[in-house]
């Protein structure tokens, strides 16, 4: 057994374990989210939650911690200020009962306090403190943090062997390594961050680093962060870290932006980092300033599976663009603005997600924007239910649900987009942000509609409603038939994937065209059955349904009625055999007069599989349609002049 003195209330117990942790880089939000739920497990098998009592509020915490990588625990000095809210003679903190409270001073006297099982520490005063009292108290503790493994504190290696100790707090897991708050409720105005350790290694925290001095073989950074900041944001890490800095000009302020890296991927960072600073310059000028302006921004490398968005100093795994992009995201959304409730988590996991995958990629990738939306579409409508707000907060697998809290989240904001218009839904973001009820605060969903109906002047409770509460999507069907004035009716309908919601109201996109002209049309539906109709000029054979994905919706068809007084062309003209077909169709056409004519497939769903124009008909015409891969079924042949007249037959396969 070994012992290293670090600061005179620092005492180590040696113990070296080794934890396994997963390397790899984030490529896409479905890793994200996966990775992030995985690692979140072991915290919430516990199903432990804050319970530190309500008669104050913590406006300062000064964290003293003594830390060795190589060495599987902490000793630590905590030093929250606080102002009680409701007269009293004791405060509550969250604290994990494996870790040993020594003792806890007021004024430089030692007080009584109390731990047990439940992870509660009890501060117990001597006389009653009324309600506006301000004061603080210092919590000295040590012992081996509940949170090992993937858990809020631990301990692994790098490299060669290196060893590391990294936090990961969130949601529950603050308590389990240091004596807090550690609910949704509070946060602290600033930090002080005091990190000892051998000065062979390196420490990173939130904030700025005000001094690093070395004593013999003892290293003590000093950090300060100047912005509110929740309890699970606060973090630490040390190892062997390889430091760079580069800077981005923000407005008149050339913020840097400071990097801690293993070693031995430095170089890789160092060649990734433009993906960060130009991500840094989009999102100050589509949102709001960089909330902590005055500090800086860094990451933090860590051998987890995934990244955490630890305030002002990301944790991440590697340099995956989808990753950096989506945790710097929540500086913003999850940092500078926290959701209320772990039932709200979209408003941190699904603003990253759209936020990484959309708007970052149409400024960069544009290319990749519609491939991201149809994973993320095709990933929501793989199940017939569930809801982005999470009816279950005991859950890990509800909370860090990917499909729902990430990606339906997510679409929840294209859906917004797409309904309230580009300006309206970027201006109502922006005013979100500068919300002063929620500025460096936490907000509910309720506070996101307030601003966004602000800005629009728009009733969203139906949206929020059916989407946000509601569970899963609309299926659409689409009659249509055109008459000889080219006019096209449409009759829309929908059922629903769940019994949660009756109808989904919602501006519905459909796209009429042939094979060389098209009209775009919006068509807000409120029941089924609603008739519509547009005026054309030019005859149709296809109406698409949501063809940019602009609403969760899933199993849509598309059928084309013929309306009587559209077959003007006699059955005798047209000749279709063999039918019932196998491998391809011989169609032979009388002439018609006419210079051009289409031949359009529709499958029994309504969908065209397979079309052609011909040109040049004033004589009889003949063509095949090919048979050897459709499967078998019945099939509707759709012939179109450019005069307007019709004619339909069935075939048979």
């Given at each position: 057994?070994?012992?290293?003195?670090?600061?005179?209330?620092?005492?180590?117990?040696?113990?070296?374990?080794?934890?396994?942790?997963?390397?790899?880089?984030?490529?896409?939000?479905?890793?994200?989210?996966?990775?992030?739920?995985?690692?979140?497990?072991?915290?919430?098998?516990?199903?432990?939650?804050?319970?530190?009592?309500?008669?104050?509020?913590?406006?300062?915490?000064?964290?003293?911690?003594?830390?060795?990588?190589?060495?599987?625990?902490?000793?630590?000095?905590?030093?929250?200020?606080?102002?009680?809210?409701?007269?009293?003679?004791?405060?509550?903190?969250?604290?994990?009962?494996?870790?040993?409270?020594?003792?806890?001073?007021?004024?430089?006297?030692?007080?009584?306090?109390?731990?047990?099982?439940?992870?509660?520490?009890?501060?117990?005063?001597?006389?009653?403190?009324?309600?506006?009292?301000?004061?603080?108290?210092?919590?000295?503790?040590?012992?081996?943090?509940?949170?090992?493994?993937?858990?809020?504190?631990?301990?692994?290696?790098?490299?060669?062997?290196?060893?590391?100790?990294?936090?990961?707090?969130?949601?529950?897991?603050?308590?389990?390594?240091?004596?807090?708050?550690?609910?949704?409720?509070?946060?602290?105005?600033?930090?002080?961050?005091?990190?000892?350790?051998?000065?062979?290694?390196?420490?990173?925290?939130?904030?700025?680093?005000?001094?690093?001095?070395?004593?013999?073989?003892?290293?003590?950074?000093?950090?300060?962060?100047?912005?509110?900041?929740?309890?699970?944001?606060?973090?630490?890490?040390?190892?062997?870290?390889?430091?760079?800095?580069?800077?981005?000009?923000?407005?008149?302020?050339?913020?840097?932006?400071?990097?801690?890296?293993?070693?031995?991927?430095?170089?890789?960072?160092?060649?990734?980092?433009?993906?960060?600073?130009?991500?840094?310059?989009?999102?100050?000028?589509?949102?709001?300033?960089?909330?902590?302006?005055?500090?800086?921004?860094?990451?933090?490398?860590?051998?987890?599976?995934?990244?955490?968005?630890?305030?002002?100093?990301?944790?991440?795994?590697?340099?995956?663009?989808?990753?950096?992009?989506?945790?710097?995201?929540?500086?913003?959304?999850?940092?500078?603005?926290?959701?209320?409730?772990?039932?709200?988590?979209?408003?941190?996991?699904?603003?990253?997600?759209?936020?990484?995958?959309?708007?970052?990629?149409?400024?960069?990738?544009?290319?990749?924007?519609?491939?991201?939306?149809?994973?993320?579409?095709?990933?929501?409508?793989?199940?017939?239910?569930?809801?982005?707000?999470?009816?279950?907060?005991?859950?890990?697998?509800?909370?860090?649900?990917?499909?729902?809290?990430?990606?339906?989240?997510?679409?929840?904001?294209?859906?917004?987009?797409?309904?309230?218009?580009?300006?309206?839904?970027?201006?109502g973001l922006q005013q979100y942000q500068q919300d002063p009820k929620l500025k460096y605060g936490f907000a509910y969903t309720a506070d996101l509609q307030r601003n966004l109906e602000a800005v629009s002047g728009l009733k969203l409770n139906y949206f929020f409603n059916q989407w946000f509460y509601g569970q899963g999507y609309p299926s659409f069907t689409v009659k249509w038939s055109q008459d000889a004035n080219k006019k096209v009716t449409f009759s829309i309908s929908q059922v629903t994937s769940d019994a949660s919601v009756s109808f989904f109201k919602a501006p519905l996109q459909l796209v009429i065209k042939n094979?060389?002209?098209?009209?775009?049309?919006?068509?807000?539906?409120?029941?089924?059955?609603?008739?519509?109709?547009?005026?054309?000029?030019?005859?149709?054979?296809?109406?698409?349904?949501?063809?940019?994905?602009?609403?969760?919706?899933?199993?849509?068809?598309?059928?084309?009625?013929?309306?009587?007084?559209?077959?003007?062309?006699?059955?005798?003209?047209?000749?279709?055999?063999?039918?019932?077909?196998?491998?391809?169709?011989?169609?032979?056409?009388?002439?018609?007069?006419?210079?051009?004519?289409?031949?359009?497939?529709?499958?029994?769903?309504?969908?065209?599989?397979?079309?052609?124009?011909?040109?040049?008909?004033?004589?009889?015409?003949?063509?095949?349609?090919?048979?050897?891969?459709?499967?078998?079924?019945?099939?509707?042949?759709?012939?179109?002049?450019?005069?307007?007249?019709?004619?339909?037959?069935?075939?048979?396969?």
């Amino acid at each position: 057994m070994k012992y290293y003195r670090l600061l005179a209330f620092f005492i180590f117990t040696v113990i070296y374990t080794k934890v396994c942790a997963q390397d790899f880089t984030c490529k896409d939000a479905h890793a994200i989210a996966s990775m992030e739920l995985q690692a979140n497990t072991a915290k919430f098998n516990n199903g432990l939650f804050s319970k530190a009592s309500k008669n104050f509020t913590v406006h300062y915490y000064r964290c003293e911690w003594g830390i060795d990588p190589a060495v599987y625990y902490i000793a630590g000095k905590v030093t929250p200020y606080f102002t009680i809210t409701a007269t009293t003679n004791k405060i509550v903190f969250d604290l994990a009962h494996q870790l040993t409270v020594d003792s806890i001073y007021l004024h430089g006297l030692k007080i009584n306090f109390s731990q047990d099982v439940s992870d509660i520490l009890t501060v117990k005063f001597a006389a009653q403190f009324a309600a506006g009292h301000k004061d603080s108290v210092s919590i000295f503790y040590h012992g081996k943090p509940a949170g090992g493994g993937f858990g809020s504190f631990t301990q692994t290696t790098h490299g060669n062997n290196v060893p590391v100790i990294w936090t990961l707090s969130e949601p529950y897991g603050a308590k389990d390594w240091w004596p807090c708050r550690n609910g949704l409720d509070d946060k602290a105005d600033s930090i002080d961050v005091y990190v000892t350790y051998p000065s062979v290694y390196r420490a990173s925290s939130n904030g700025l680093l005000v001094s690093r001095k070395v004593t013999n073989s003892t290293a003590v950074s000093h950090y300060r962060h100047s912005y509110p900041i929740a309890s699970y944001l606060v973090a630490i890490a040390v190892t062997n870290f390889s430091v760079f800095t580069d800077h981005v000009q923000l407005g008149t302020v050339s913020l840097p932006v400071i990097s801690y890296i293993y070693p031995e991927d430095l170089n890789g960072f160092k060649n990734a980092n433009y993906i960060v600073l130009r991500a840094l310059k989009l999102y100050n000028n589509t949102f709001a300033d960089y909330p902590f302006i005055n500090e800086r921004y860094g990451q933090t490398e860590f051998s987890w599976g995934g990244g955490m968005e630890h305030q002002t100093n990301s944790f991440v795994v590697g340099t995956g663009e989808n990753l950096m992009t989506h945790e710097l995201a929540h500086q913003w959304f999850g940092d500078k603005i926290t959701c209320a409730s772990w039932r709200d988590i979209w408003l941190n996991e699904g603003f990253a997600t759209y936020i990484s995958g959309i708007v970052y990629n149409e400024k960069f990738n544009p290319s990749s924007v519609q491939s991201n939306v149809e994973n993320e579409l095709n990933y929501i409508v793989s199940s017939p239910n569930g809801s982005v707000w999470v009816d279950d907060t005991t859950n890990v697998n509800r909370i860090f649900d990917g499909r729902l809290s990430y990606d339906k989240g997510s679409f929840l904001l294209r859906m917004l987009r797409w309904t309230m218009g580009d300006s309206l839904f970027f201006k109502g973001l922006q005013q979100y942000q500068q919300d002063p009820k929620l500025k460096y605060g936490f907000a509910y969903t309720a506070d996101l509609q307030r601003n966004l109906e602000a800005v629009s002047g728009l009733k969203l409770n139906y949206f929020f409603n059916q989407w946000f509460y509601g569970q899963g999507y609309p299926s659409f069907t689409v009659k249509w038939s055109q008459d000889a004035n080219k006019k096209v009716t449409f009759s829309i309908s929908q059922v629903t994937s769940d019994a949660s919601v009756s109808f989904f109201k919602a501006p519905l996109q459909l796209v009429i065209k042939n094979g060389v002209k098209e009209k775009k049309v919006v068509v807000f539906t409120q029941i089924n059955n609603q008739q519509a109709d547009v005026q054309l000029g030019f005859v149709a054979d296809t109406v698409l349904i949501d063809p940019d994905h602009q609403l969760i919706s899933g199993k849509n068809k598309s059928i084309h009625q013929t309306l009587a007084l559209d077959i003007m062309m006699s059955s005798s003209d047209v000749q279709t055999y063999p039918n019932p077909v196998t491998d391809k169709l011989s169609v032979n056409i009388k002439s018609l007069g006419v210079q051009e004519f289409r031949a359009v497939l529709y499958n029994s769903a309504g969908e065209k599989v397979w079309s052609q124009t011909f040109s040049g008909a004033k004589s009889m015409q003949s063509f095949t349609v090919p048979f050897t891969a459709m499967p078998r079924g019945i099939y509707l042949l759709h012939i179109t002049t450019d005069d307007g007249k019709t004619i339909e037959r069935k075939i048979i396969k």
